[in-house]
């Protein structure tokens, strides 16, 4: 009898008993954040002896979620995974994938108030009752930085950098008219551009509330209407007079931003700590530029990074343990110490009043920046962040179309209604699957 129960065991839960008490936790936390990762989860581990936190690097956050979701079909899934923002459609979808925070919690009846988290971090990952689903880790905002150095050779005042992009066309001509190769660049196009671009000019980029409707799974993209033509015109036709210079997906533009050939770059908040460490100028940041025309910008911009997510398939102890994992995160000490470490926000307002109390703003001002930026307005329904299925191809669609528009293979207009085009496809292969 003893065998048989211990033959179901095994084939209801095969990785929690071939990996006697561990947990494992799959992240996308590579090199120096890798590190600080390591440090705070043996730091939880002290705290208990029942199980190991083990933490395993799987890779970007794409190669992640297609790891995730290819080991869940296996039944060969991680007690803790972090997927990044634009995942968060594919883990609820379809239901009985993960264990939603709220009920982590109360399994565990342990006190956890929504109400701690920054508002537009909170809104990202919870449900329509306002139900957090999985614990808010590493956050960020995109934000603008800028090379003091070079806004002073141009005549510029390094204290006022520009807040609407005509000041900042201005500012780019003067800065190229000084030397420098180019004004401006930006990593993350689809992210910085399109996404929170759209959410900074109030402005959804897909109907249902860009997915966080009670029917979001019906949202389709509307990206391609007048303002987002606007911004990818403008950029086409600043490449002209190197106002702009495109520097590729993903985090490539850097290179161009580090070396001093661009003044400007659009990047993540979640970069200023290693931006701090390697450029030769003093450094400043800025909140993204808005277009004056446009009624009600700026709004508010919308975070990036990912979030931890407990999965099914778990005995209650191992539950008990991630619960517990999750509240040791959330401490206002721990939040300041990954913050200041990572150069990521801290998700709760007791570690953001810390990190001000310890002088951290004060000494990096940049930091509080992204923070700035997320609470400039209370986010609209609209303006909350992205709940799309099938999001990780859809940004490559839509990078692609930003290439297409910028390389003059086709008009912007065309890019875009291209792109909105595929994503819908996707959007509508996503609905269909998950509704089978």
Known sequence: MRFFFTLI????????????????FWHSMAGQ?????????????????????????KGNYSETLTATVAAFRAHQQPGIVQIFEVGTATMINPAGVIVPLYQLMQMAKIPF?????????????????????????????????YNKQAFQKAGINPDQPPKTWTELAEDAKKIVNSGYSCGFTTAWPSWIQIETFSAW????????????????????????????LQQITALKDWQKTSIFRYGGREDNAETLFISGNCAMMMESS???????????????????????????????????????????????????????????????????????????IPTTNAAYQLLKKQGFYAKLPGAEIAIQELNYRP??????????????????????????????????????????????????????????
């Not at 954040?33 to 933490?55: H, M, R, W």
């Not at 701690?116 to 934000?143: C, E, R, T, W």
């Open 201 to 228: 000019h109030n402005t959804p980029i897909a109907t249902e509330n860009n997915g966080f409707s009670p029917n979001g799974i019906n949202a389709r993209m509307i990206f391609n209407n007048k303002i987002v």
């Open 33 to 57: 954040l890798g590190t600080e990762l390591d440090n705070i989860v043996a730091k939880f581990n002290a705290t208990q002896s029942d199980y190991a936190i083990v933490p395993v690097f």
């Open 270 to 344: 979640g970069s200023l700590r290693g931006l701090t460490d390697v450029v030769q100028f003093p450094l400043g940041v800025a909140m993204l530029p808005y277009w004056e025309n446009i009624p009600g910008a700026p709004q508010n911009t919308i975070i990036g990074g990912a979030a931890l997510w407990a999965m099914k398939g778990f005995k209650s102890d191992v539950y008990h343990v991630i619960a517990h994992f999750f509240a040791f995160l959330a401490q206002p000490e721990i939040q300041a110490l990954w913050s200041s470490a990572s150069g990521y």
């Open 379 to 436: 986010p609209k329904p609209y303006t909350k962040g992205l709940r799309l299925g099938n999001y990780s191809q859809i940004r490559e669609i839509n990078e692609e179309a930003i290439e297409a528009a910028l390389s003059g293979a086709k008009s912007p207009q065309k890019a875009l209604n291209d792109a909105v085009t595929k994503g819908n496809q996707l959007l509508k292969d996503f609905q269909e699957d998950i509704q089978d």
């Open 9 to 24: 065991l095994t084939l209801l839960f095969p990785l929690a008993s071939l990996s006697l008490n561990k947990i494992y």
């Open 113 to 145: 108030d929504t109400q701690q988290f920054i508002p537009a971090v909170a809104d990202y990952y919870s449900d329509s009752k306002g139900q957090l689903l999985a614990m808010p880790f590493n956050s960020s905002s995109a934000v603008m930085y």
